[in-house]
Each structure stands twice: as C-alpha cells, then as structure tokens.
C-alpha cells in the first residue's frame, strides 16, 4: 500500500534532494503562505508536539530569515536562518539554510519554484547540499521513525520513475 | 546501513537508465542481452551500468552459468527507499497542513469584497 502519492521526493544527482507536490490554490497564495511570518507559524512544523514560535522574515535579496522550533514538552529549541539571494514574487525563492545545531555539514540552498496552471500551483523545491555526504546524511536521519515500506513501495516508485522519465 | 553503502546505492540511482533497469529486473531476472534489448545502447554500455549496480550491491548474477542473468537484491533499495519515504512523510505532513491554511486563506479572499463594500 501506498501511503501517500501527493508529494514526490528523490535523491537526484550527488547533492540533491527534490521534491515537488500539488497545491488547489493558485500560486500567489502559496508564495504568501510560504513568505509571511504569521502564516509560515501555522504550517512549517517541526516533529509533533512542537511549535514555531520565532519566524521573522525580510523578504528581499540580501534580507535574513530565521526560524525558532520549540518544544513546549521541556522547552528544547532547533533554528534555522539563513539568507535570500533570489526574490521573485510569487514564482521562485532562493534561500541559504543553516542549522544553530548542524545536523549536516555546511550550508546547503533551497530553490522553490511555483508554478501555475487552471489554478493550480506546483511546487518544486530543491535542496542543494555541500557535499554528497551532507545530503545523504539528512536522508539518513531520523524524522518520525517506524515507517512501514515494502518491496510494493520500491517496485512502484520505479515504476513511477521510469514511466515519468520515458 | 554504512554512510558509504547508501552512497554507492544513491550514485547508482542517480542513472535513469540504471533506474529503468532496475525496474525491469523488478518484475524477474534477465541477461544482459535481454536488457540492452530495451535501450539505444550497446552491450557494452549495458555492462558498464550493470557494473555500477553490481558494486552498489543493488543486483547479482544468478545460477546460469550461459545466461548470466541479472536479478534485483532488495535489501539495498529498501533502505534507501526506506529514508527517502521516512523524509517524504515528514514533508508530507507539513504540506498538509499548508493545504488546510491554503483552503482557508482562499475563502478569505473570497469574502473580502463583501467587507470592504460595507466599510
């Protein structure tokens, strides 16, 4: 059984991860989900139980972000800020993103591309990191734990894959 | 799994044509020339990306000493499929929720007109 087909992700060359998914909104709405502090609290969640109680956001090339993950449980923190080199409303973002705790070496980029068609809104984000073994690590670490896969899962990811590439 | 081994298996799935090999050998084992029968390419150029694989211990050679045939080892691919999906459900949850958010804000919108006619 599949879980869930709405967003697809893939390691793709040696120091990628990208994914795309679907969204039933045109895409101005999703570029002000994705840029605006109060809106950005509601859905960038961290692991559950968890809340993101600092988001401050200077939208333009050159302005900083940074994101505060807090959880309420004993008060453990994870952030994350970096820069904007590429600002461009509402169709493509490109940030710097680095970890107050490193959970993988350097810095890596996130490009988001959105992009439109019958109201509905693709998103494409790619994370570059510095080193192979810097991406491979974030695929490696764990997120939620005790997911369940099957050979079904493989088979049609390939599947998917291919027919996609063809 | 060792860093080092998820690496090899990740290079080797880098390659749409290995990966459209691999998923040929899903559905059973196959000989080299079977494989290459597919693709635009040599037998040559089918053995090198056999050989990719091979060293990713993502396939092995099966009994037939003539045929040679190729055949899938899970093992690798399950647990590189297996953190890659770990990571997708983590996004996936977070997407959700901007579906919801998304919903809302659009309804939103869709009154707003209202309010400002009665200001």
């Given at each position: ?6 967003l ?10 990208v994914m795309t998914r679907e969204f039933a909104a045109p895409r101005a709405l999703v570029f002000e989900a994705y840029t605006k502090?109060?809106l950005v609290?509601?859905w ?15 939208l ?24 904007y080199?590429e600002v461009k409303a509402p169709e493509r973002l490109v940030v ?14 996130g490009t988001v591309v959105f992009t439109e068609k019958g109201g509905m809104t693709t998103l494409t984000g790619t ?40 | ?94 997407f959700?929720?901007l579906d919801?958010l998304l919903?809302?804000m ?14």
């Amino acid at each position: 059984m599949i879980p869930d087909k709405k967003l697809k992700l893939n390691a793709s060359g040696e120091r990628e991860i990208v994914m795309t998914r679907e969204f039933a909104a045109p895409r101005a709405l999703v570029f002000e989900a994705y840029t605006k502090p109060q809106l950005v609290q509601i859905w960038l969640l961290g692991p559950p139980g968890w809340t993101m109680p600092v988001c401050e956001i200077d939208l333009r090339v050159g302005g900083r972000y940074r994101y505060v993950w807090r959880r309420d449980q004993d008060g453990q923190q994870m952030a994350v800020g970096g820069v904007y080199r590429e600002v461009k409303a509402p169709e493509r973002l490109v940030v710097t993103e680095r970890f107050d705790d490193p959970w993988y070496p350097g810095e890596a980029v996130g490009t988001v591309v959105f992009t439109e068609k019958g109201g509905m809104t693709t998103l494409t984000g790619t994370l570059l990191y510095e080193s192979r073994a810097a991406r491979d690590g974030v695929l490696k670490s764990p997120m939620e734990g005790g997911v369940a896969y099957s050979y079904d899962l493989l088979e049609h990811l390939l599947h998917e894959q291919v027919r996609r590439e063809a | 799994m060792t860093p080092a081994r998820l690496d090899a298996t990740f290079a080797a799935l880098a390659d749409p044509t290995r990966r459209a090999i691999l998923a040929r050998l899903a559905s059973g084992e196959a000989s080299v020339a079977e494989l290459a029968e597919p693709f635009d390419m040599s037998q040559p150029a089918i053995s090198k990306h056999l050989r990719v694989l091979e060293e990713a211990g993502l396939i092995s050679r099966g009994q037939d000493a003539q045929r040679r045939p190729r055949r899938l080892e899970a093992k690798p691919l399950q647990e590189a499929t297996a953190w890659l999906e770990e990571y997708r459900q983590f996004w996936e949850r977070r997407f959700k929720g901007l579906d919801a958010l998304l919903e809302v804000m659009q309804a939103g919108k869709q009154t707003k007109p209202k309010r400002r006619r009665r200001h």
